[in-house]
Each structure stands twice: as C-alpha cells, then as structure tokens.
C-alpha cells in the first residue's frame, strides 16, 4: 500500500509545453511523444508546495527508453538548467523520481523540461510532482529507518542497514533500487555520536566531575546508546529475514515453496530429486538467455546437467523451469513454442504452468 | 546413521585424538583449563583429523568412504591414547590460573542478560532456519564448500575438475583452496549414508558455537564472566557476522582458527615461565591448522602470526629463551608437518595461489574508488554497527594499557592484517572485492573476533577511568 502525498500538483503534457521539435498525438490514454531528433520539451511552472517527488506516468514504446528530468532553478542563470537522468520502462510503471535527495533540487524552480533521444516514443499520462510537510517528512524517515530488506545472494557480503528517505512511496520500494536511494542512517548516527558525547561530557564537567572521567562517561554512555538502537534495528531485520523464510518455505507444501525471490525453482528441485537419483544425464529447458546456473549443478550433481536441443538420445528425464511456452499434450508429445515435438512422454510433477519435470519414453 | 548421530559422532572422533595431543603438548602440567581444551578439540580436532585423511587418501588413493575415514581417525585416536597411557604417570597438577571475580551491580546484570537472551534468540532463529531448515542458497557455497563436499562424495576422490570445469580452469579455480571443509562434509554424509543438507551445513552452525564459545572462555581468563558474556553479545551483534555464523559460508571457520591461534599467543604472553612452553606447543598446533583453513591463512595471516610469535620473543624478556626457543621449533615443526605436504600438492597438481584468482596475475597500481568503497562498506553500511567508529576511539582512549601490555599481541595482529587488506584492495586488481562489496567484508569476518577480544578486554579499563572521580 502506498502513502498518499500530503499535497500533489498534477501537470498534464498540453499546449503548456513547447512541442514544437517533437511529434504530439493524443491517444485514449495519454499523449503520444515521438522524438525524430534529440529534443527537450519545457513549461514554465510554479509548485505552490515544497515539491520532493516526481512522478512520471509513461510508457516507452518499443524498448525503455533513457530520458532526463530538467529544471531551471530561479537561483541560476537564465537558461541554465539542471539534468537529472531517469529511465522510462515498456512495462508501463511509473518512474518515481526522490527530487529531495538531490541537494541541487529547487521547488521554486520556475521551469521543468524533459529530454529524449532521438528515436524515442513514449507515452505519457501524467507527471505528478508530490510534496509532503515537515512532520511527514521526519515521519516517514523514522519509518524508512525499520524498513528492512529481504535476504539477498548479496547479503553475505554487505548489508546496506538502516536507509533513510522522505517520500513515502519511495520507502514503499527502498530496497529495490541498487544502490537504494536514500541515505544511510548512519550520516545522521555518527555526527549524533560525537555531538551526544560532547554534550554529556560537558554536562558532567559542569556538574564537578573530572575531565578524563567526563569524557569516558560521555563517549561511553553515547556509543553504547548507539550501539543498542542499531544492534535491535539490524537483529529485527535478521529475523525478518528467517520469518520471510518460514512463510515461504518452510511452512509451505513442497509443490508451493519459494526461497528468497527464486520463485517455484526449490520446489521443482525438490519435487525432481526422486526422479533425478541415479541418473547419468538429465536434461534442463529454462528461461532463455539465463544458463543453467550454480544451484542446479550442485543440486542435480552427480547428474550432469545438458541444455542441448533436440534431445540426446541418452537423456529421458528433462527439468522444465519457467516456460510457460513448453507444452506436452494429451499424446504426451513435447513441444516448445508450438514447433514440431521434440519428445514424447509423461509430466512426472508440475510446480507451475511453465515449470514441471518430463520423463522421456526412449 | 541418523543426520544427528552422525554430526556427534563426527566431530567427537576428531576431537578425542586432539583433545589427547593438546593435553601431552601442554607439557607434564596442564595449562589449559578443561573448558579451553575441549573447545580446541573440537576446532583442531575434525581440520587436522581431515589433513591426515587428505594426506593418506593422496598417498594411497584409497576411496573416500566411511572406512578410510574412521580407520585414519580412530588410529590417530588410538595411537594418541596408548602414548597418553605412557605418559600420564608423569604429569603434575595443573598450573591453570583462576579466571578474575568480577562483581557486577545489579543493573548492570540484568541489562547483561537482556542482551543475551536476545543474542540467543538471534542465533537460535536464525541458525536453525538457515542452516538447517532451507536448501543451500548461497553461492560460493554453491559452486565451493558444497559442491566440493558433494563430488567428493559421490566420486569417493579428491576430484580437482568439478562439473562444467575445464582442467586449465580447475588450477586456478576453487580446488586451489585446501580442501578442509568440503572434505569433513564429506566425512559426516560417508557417516549417514546420504548427503543430507541438514548435516553437511550444522557443522557451520557447530564452528559459529565454538567461535562464540573460544571467545568466552579467552575473556573469561582475561576480564571475568561478566565481560566474557558481553563479547560474545558484541561479536553476535554485528550484523555481518551473525550473517556469516548462519550460512555455509567458510570465513568463520577461518576466523575460529585465527582466534585460536592469536589468542593462545596472547595467553603465552599473559602466564609465567613455566606456562609458556606448554601454551607455545600448543599455539603452535593451532598455526598448524591455520595453514589448512584457506589460501589467505597461508599467505597473509600466517607470516604476520609468524612475525608477531618473534617479535613476542624477543620484546618480553623472557629469562631463558631456552624453553620458549625450543617450543618454537616445535611449533615450526608441526606448521611445516602440514604446510609442505600441502604446498606440494599444489604445485604436483598446478594449482594456484589466491582467493580464486592466481596471484601470479596480480599487477601492481593504484585502484581508484577503492577508499571511498571501503569507507561505505565500513561507517555506512549495516554490517559492522559503528564499531570501526568506536574501536578506534576506544583504543586511542586506552593507548597506554595497549602499548604497554600484552594486549599488543592481537591489536597488532588486527592492524597489521588491516594493512595488508589495504594493500590488496588498494594496488592491487582484487580491488574489485572492495569495489564490488564482495570478498572485502569476508575478510573483516576473519578479524572481527581479535577485534571484539581487543574491544571487551578494554572495556573493563575504560569502566574504571569512567567510574574514576
């Protein structure tokens, strides 16, 4: 679920523009922006809030499409804007944009623009700038501090820890970002430190107390506070990980297991294993353009794993993992992408539409 | 077997035969207490257990099965046994010193067992469900400690090729790394029958206990229970760490060595003339397993521990080297005993140096972007809490109790270590573990405990200048 924004500023793509380089089509759902050259579309604005988030609203027909954000901040010269890159997907979701990360940001910025390729076609519906109060803004950093990410292949060699950020919606998707877009709580927690520290030895040297016994009192009683706060926001996050891991798992039936963003791919290896003991060769048709990888290897092993079509002749157990193209039907032929069979026999187990195991009648 | 008995009886077989040998190390008098001789046992016991097994299975090619495993342990068991019996009538009571009372105010009490429920909670849940309750997930043990462990199984052999390898790549790949930890899996699924999941990852479980349990009982002699309950709530708390003693990764068992290793030296340091020898030996032995962990052990920690054990030699004055001199060698012996049949396994077989990357290879010139991808790593990510902050604060805090007392074995240890980290990353193409935040933070793994020993043992000092009016 998404935080609403304390205030929102909707701005359509109109006559408010300067379309003159660029190709503009009304569609039913949104204007249609065709660039022949590399083109800047402008407008001059005025944000009656103090704007942190940009959200744009658009489609890249074709491929995603690279663009940039452009404003012209009252405090800069006439015709100097500032450039902040963005990309525009095919998928259609909205490109949320933390403008109140970026120190260079101005909300009186009296003119935007936005920069596409030449080649480009997108379409756009909207693009919303979002502000949000001083409260929000110190609320919604306090709860991007708890916001916790989930046990990644990385995880063993970092954690990012607590990120801080001031849009709601951005704390809505923090960590899926590489690098996550915020700051680390930490800039905030190491100048608190040294200030805490000062403050409490000042206060015991006022109070009659001797220096060296102020200072180590001071840097003491401030590290371990810090300490504490951290060591239960990142030990909350660590068991989260394990109850992320209980819900998906391990209190799963075997069929309906997933592990850490791998989808059905545990469950086929496990639902598979009896049928895979013993073998010399098994055969596997996955995702195209993603090789076999690590874990079928090591999970299939001693079984060597093949990818080669058409079928050998010497392979008659075949792991099939997300594709929703490969079909066997009801005269147990196989085949992929409705093209001529390569096979014929029995689904031994399903996981899903597209993942299932095949044994081959040879 | 059940998966259970199998990992009991799989470390308990090892651990008898080095729970023998560290007690006729020590000398006629024990200088251990029995709480630190078990948990060496059960450390040195199964890596140097499976450096006998590496050694006769290279020799004779015998398979890798149950047999050739409990034939090679339980001889060197009872060949150790039969030389104890020799030996016992001659040994004298223990020269153990008491662990230091400490009292504690009420407050400070309770919040110690607050924290230490909690790091129970956190080790229990996490332990259990990603060790023992998911499939193995991360990679390196995926394509290395695991994978290793499970060719070996089903090939009976120390299989250098692993699937989908090249000969040419296998030299410079994963089988350059001793084969110690996939070789004890090896060992408990020859045990069970089976490779099992479950039992061939508890024993990373097992290794993060003993890491936890080592560093207790090295505290308990150094600051008391109190503080020695304390350390392990600091090491547990960082995040990286807790991470690392939940997976199948190796880096804890690499850190459980030089734990042990360091903090003997440390011991030896700390205890009168007639400990010294028997603590040497024993340090000694530990330096031995050490070579056996990974090729780091070997190329950075074991000459930096070598340089520290002399240095200790000379700066402390001891009376009559005589004794020290001679343990020396001893331990140089038994460093050598393990190294050299390792070193030329490598080199029969073309194996390299390097963490998975030849060091042949290494080119030497400035990294750009490595400083600042290692402060990131250090001051702004979650893995460390702030103790990079704070451990340096507190030991320029504490510098004359450092400098002047044998705490400056393991400090010394650490920045050194640090610095050649440093070197690596920074002039070197492995700047790409830092840059990438990958094999940078692995090894931090290795050192946090000294750090956390260095941390707690201060700790009480600093209370008492705080207290100080």
């Known amino acids: 679920m998404l935080a609403h924004a304390a205030t929102s500023q ?66 800069l010269p006439e015709g100097t804007f500032v450039q902040l890159p963005f990309s525009i997907s095919r998928t259609g979701s909205s490109t949320i944009i933390p403008l109140g990360m970026f120190s260079q940001w101005d909300s009186t910025s009296n003119a935007i623009g936005l920069a596409f390729p030449q080649g480009s076609v997108v379409r756009v519906r909207s693009v919303t700038f979002e502000g949000r109060g001083f409260f929000e803004r ?52 190491l100048p608190l430190f040294c200030l805490s520290a000062l403050i409490i030895t000042a206060v015991l040297l006022c109070l009659g107390r001797q220096w060296k016994s102020a200072l180590y009192l001071g840097v003491g009683y401030s590290a371990a506070c810090i300490w504490l706060i951290l060591d239960l926001r990142m030990g909350i996050e660590i068991l989260s990980y394990a109850a992320h891991d209980w819900t998906t798992y391990v209190r799963r039936p075997l069929a309906e297991r997933q592990l850490r963003g791998s989808q059905d791919f545990y469950a086929l290896l496990a639902l598979s294993a009896p049928h895979i003991k013993g073998k010399e060769r098994i055969g596997y048709i996955g995702p195209r353009g993603v090789s076999v990888g690590e874990h079928l290897t090591y999970f299939a092993y001693p079984a060597q794993v093949s990818t080669v079509l058409p079928p050998p002749p010497d392979i008659d157990t075949w792991l099939v993992f997300h594709r929703p193209d490969a079909t066997v039907d009801e005269n147990g032929l196989f085949s992929i992408g409705g093209d001529t069979a390569l096979m014929q026999g029995t689904v031994l187990t399903r996981t899903s539409r597209g993942s299932f195991v095949f044994r081959r009648t040879l | 077997m059940t998966p259970l008995l199998a990992l009991l009886l799989g470390f308990a077989i090892p651990a008898l ?94 919040l110690l067992v607050t924290l230490s429920l909690w790091t129970l909670i956190k080790i229990a849940v996490a332990g259990t469900t990603f060790l023992l309750l998911v499939p193995t997930y991360a990679s390196d043990a995926l394509d290395n400690w695991n ?52 039992l061939v990852n508890a024993p990373h479980a097992v ?171 250090l001051f702004f990510e979650g893995n460390w809490l702030m103790l990079p902050v704070f451990f340096p604060i507190l030991l320029l805090m504490c510098h004359r109790k450092v400098l002047s007392g044998t705490l400056i074995i393991p400090t010394g240890f650490v920045l050194a270590v640090s610095a050649g980290h440093m070197v690596l990353y920074l002039f070197t193409p492995l700047s790409a573990e830092a840059l990438m935040q990958t094999g940078f933070g692995r090894g931090l793994i290795h050192i946090a405990p000294i750090v956390v020993l260095v941390t707690t043992a201060l700790l009480p000092g600093f209370l008492r200048e705080a207290r100080r009016d």
């Open chain 2, 17 to 110: 035969g080095a729970g023998i040998a560290l007690r006729l190390l020590e000398g006629r008098s024990a200088v251990l207490t029995v709480l630190e001789r078990f948990l060496l046992s059960l450390t040195l016991g199964p890596t140097l257990g499976m450096f006998v097994v590496f050694l006769v299975h290279s020799l004779t090619q015998a398979p890798l099965h149950a047999r050739l495993f409990l034939e090679v342990l339980l001889g060197i068991d009872l060949a150790l046994l039969i030389v104890y019996i020799m030996r016992r009538r001659t040994f004298l009571p223990p020269l153990v010193a008491a662990a230091p009372r400490v009292q504690i105010p009420r407050a400070a009490l309770v």
């Open chain 1, 138 to 189: 110190v609320w919604t950093m306090a709860r991007s501090f708890w916001t916790f990410d989930e046990f990644k292949a990385s995880s063993v060699n970092f954690l990012w820890g607590p990120i801080l950020t001031l849009s709601p919606l951005h704390r809505a998707h923090l960590f899926e970002n590489t690098p996550p877009i915020g700051w680390s709580a930490h800039r905030i927690l």
């Open chain 1, 10 to 75: 909707r701005v359509a793509i109109d006559d408010a523009w300067d379309l003159s380089r660029v190709h503009a089509e009304e569609t039913g759902d949104g204007i249609r922006l065709t660039f022949p050259h590399d083109a800047i579309i402008t407008r001059s604005i005025h944000l009656p809030m103090r704007a942190d988030t940009l959200i744009v609203d658009a489609i890249a027909e074709g491929s995603s499409t690279d663009a940039m954000f452009l404003w012209h901040s009252t405090k």
């Open chain 2, 147 to 198: 994978l290793r462990g499970k060719v070996f199984y089903e090939d009976q052999a120390l299989t250098l090729i692993l699937p989908g390898q090249t000969a040419e790549a296998a030299k410079s790949g994963v089988s350059s790394y001793p084969p110690t930890v996939p070789l004890f899996k090896t060992y408990l699924a020859t045990l069970h029958g089976d490779w099992h999941e479950a």
């Open chain 2, 207 to 377: 290794w993060f206990l003993l890491l936890l349990s080592l560093l207790f009982a090295l505290l308990l002699r150094l600051t008391g229970w109190p503080f020695a309950l304390l350390g392990i709530v600091i090491l547990v708390g960082l995040p990286l760490e807790l991470m690392h003693g939940t997976t199948n990764y190796a880096d804890v068992f690499v850190s459980l060595h030089l734990l042990a290793a360091v903090g003997l030296l440390l011991l030896t340091m700390r205890s009168d003339k007639h400990q010294r020898a028997g603590l040497l030996r024993v340090a000694g032995l530990s330096a031995a397993a050490l070579a056996w962990t990974k090729n780091e052990s070997v190329l950075l920690y074991l000459p930096i521990f070598a340089a520290l054990w002399m240095l200790c030699l000379y700066f402390f004055h001891v009376p009559s080297r005589r004794i020290p001199l001679r343990a020396s060698a001893g331990a140089l012996l038994l460093v050598t005993c393990v190294l050299l049949p390792w070193l030329i396994f490598k080199w029969s077989h073309g194996l390299t140096f390097g963490n998975a990357k030849p060091l042949s290879s290494l080119a030497f010139a400035w990294q750009p972007g490595v400083l600042s991808a290692i402060a990131i790593n």
